[in-house]
């Protein structure tokens, strides 16, 4: 939940709901974290314990200038109660954001996307092995072992995601500004990286390079089937109108 106004800004929370019958009911909310944070997004490990992670600017709010950090808490009982958070992502000076994890085949580890406001590129990966805790990058922030940035946009890429297809490569969206209001002035960028999230080239734009006023932001990934990756977008118009779009793009190995 982000609140809407000023009065009520600081009550901004992150709620988890729990389903037992497929999505056609819900309990809760389990309000877990209150307070300037938002954007969550999780991902389940293999012992099925669920990691989720959340952007939080709480630390600095309200005072100037507003910083933001990458927090996360993990449940063992499927949602019903969590752990404390601890920060995972931080660059001093930046507002790390819109974090997606992902659990790597073959479980060698945990990567989560994320943007970092302040910076000239963007997207960054950070990493955990499975063996191993979170641990906060403190330096080397645009090539280090746990936090390295993706500069094969063709500039600044926000609100990431990524989805590991079932040869292994890992697919990266952005979506990346043209100037003006970043709602009516982004669009899709695509790359592919290795099963590590690295090396990442291919650079597709699934609905082009679109005019001034129209655009598609925040998008997503999702593999329908082993030949289909499916980009969803909130796509929106010179008139003013919006929606969500579908787009299928087909999986295509190359020697």
Not at 44 to 53: A, S, V
Not at 79 to 98: C, E, F, H, I, L
Not at 134 to 163: E, I, K
Not at 221 to 235: G, I, N, Q, Y
Request: glycine fraction near 8%; aromatic fraction near 12%; proline fraction near 6%.
């Amino acid at each position: 939940y982000e609140a809407n106004t000023k009065s009520d800004e600081n009550l901004s929370s992150v709620q988890i709901l729990i389903s037992k019958d497929t999505c056609e009911t819900w309990e809760g909310p389990v309000i877990y974290v209150t307070g300037r944070s938002w954007e969550p997004s999780m991902a389940e490990l293999p012992n099925g314990e669920i990691e989720l992670f959340f952007s939080s600017e709480a630390k600095w709010w309200p005072d100037e200038p507003i910083y933001q950090d990458i927090q996360y808490i993990y449940s063992t009982d499927t949602g019903y109660s969590w752990s404390q958070a601890r920060t995972v992502a931080y660059y001093p000076n930046k507002r790390d954001g819109m974090p997606v994890p992902l659990l790597l085949q073959g479980n060698r580890g945990v990567v989560v996307a994320i943007e970092s406001v302040y910076t000239t590129v963007s997207p960054f990966i950070v990493k955990r092995d499975l063996a191993k805790p979170w641990s906060l990058t403190t330096a080397n922030f645009m090539n280090g072992p746990y936090r390295w940035v993706v500069s094969n946009f063709s500039a600044f890429g926000g609100a990431p995601y990524l989805l590991q297809i079932p040869t292994g490569e890992i697919v990266l969206s952005a979506h990346i500004g043209k100037g003006g209001d970043w709602h009516q002035n982004n669009y899709m960028q695509v790359l592919v990286g290795n099963k590590d999230a690295r090396n990442f080239g291919q650079l597709t734009t699934p609905w082009g390079t679109l005019p001034v006023n129209e655009s598609a932001v925040n998008n997503s990934l999702f593999l329908k089937d082993a030949e289909t990756v499916v980009a969803v977008s909130c796509r929106m118009f010179t008139d003013g109108s919006g929606g969500i779009y579908w787009l299928e793009g087909k999986i295509v190995e190359t020697k």
